[in-house]
């Protein structure tokens, strides 16, 4: 049965950072990403990285802020968020799959997190 917990969210103040993990476990998964889903809006895609880590691929609004990196001897994902805006309150997901990459789309998982809430003030 595969899992994929989230951890690492919290309430931050504008300009810092956080670090979210996600643990997978009954699988190993070639594509492995983040997604988040805002009140009243839709989710929408943050990063993802393949197998090796040597690819990785983000969401315009968040490059250059965001790194998404994974150990696989862990089975673990990681998004390290610098420079946090109150545009990125969230609730954060995790997501395994075996897209293609660039998997920037919800569809190209199989898998899902229940989601860690991110809060950032201003």
């Known amino acids: 049965q595969v899992q994929l917990v989230e951890s690492g969210g919290g309430l931050v103040q504008a300009g810092g950072s956080l670090r979210l993990s996600c643990a997978a476990s009954g699988g190993t998964f070639s594509t492995m990403g983040w997604f988040r889903q805002a009140p009243g809006k839709e989710r929408e895609f943050v990063a993802t990285i393949t197998w090796s880590g040597s690819s990785t691929y983000y969401a315009d609004s968040v490059k250059g802020r965001f790194t998404i990196s994974r150990d696989n001897a862990k089975n673990t994902v990681y998004l390290q968020m610098n420079s946090l805006k109150p545009e990125d309150t969230a609730l954060y997901y995790c997501?395994?799959?075996?897209?293609?990459?660039?998997?920037?789309?919800?569809?190209?998982?199989?898998?899902w997190g229940q989601g860690t809430q991110v809060t950032v003030s201003s």
């Open positions: 997501a395994a799959g075996a897209g293609m990459y660039p998997a920037g789309r919800a569809k190209q998982y199989d898998y």
